[in-house]
């Protein structure tokens, strides 16, 4: 069956860094666009990152352009989010997301929290 697997998650102090990893199987990785996904207390479920399927185009929130990357390695099925820079607004379950045409496939998400 289709699984998708965070982990990395953990508490950080501002300005420090995580990556989060997601592990994929049950379906056919390489060609589905990868994404991560994020919610806070209280607020809605924001897409922070976009990877294609090749690995080739990503894209990123304007809230964390220039501190998050986004890669993929497709011969291990694996999405990777480097965090860096992290604000106390990073705070938030991240989520892996996998999405081709109309199907859509979630992670049971991991907690990131920076604080001091």
């Known amino acids: 069956q289709v699984q998708l697997v965070e982990s990395g998650g953990g508490l950080v102090q501002p300005g420090g860094s995580l990556r989060l990893s997601c592990a994929a199987s049950g379906f056919n990785f390489n060609t589905y666009t990868m994404k991560w996904y994020r919610q806070a207390p209280g607020k809605e479920r924001e897409l922070v990152a976009t990877?294609?399927?090749?690995?080739?185009?990503?894209d990123y929130a304007d809230s964390v352009k220039g501190r998050f990357t986004i890669s993929r390695d497709n011969a291990k099925n694996t999405v990777i989010l480097q965090m860096n820079s992290l604000k106390p607004e990073d705070t938030a379950v991240y989520y892996c997301n996998a999405r081709r045409s109309i199907n859509s496939y979630w992670g049971q998400g991991t907690q990131v929290t920076v604080s001091s």
């Open positions: 990877v294609s399927s090749g690995g080739g185009i990503t």
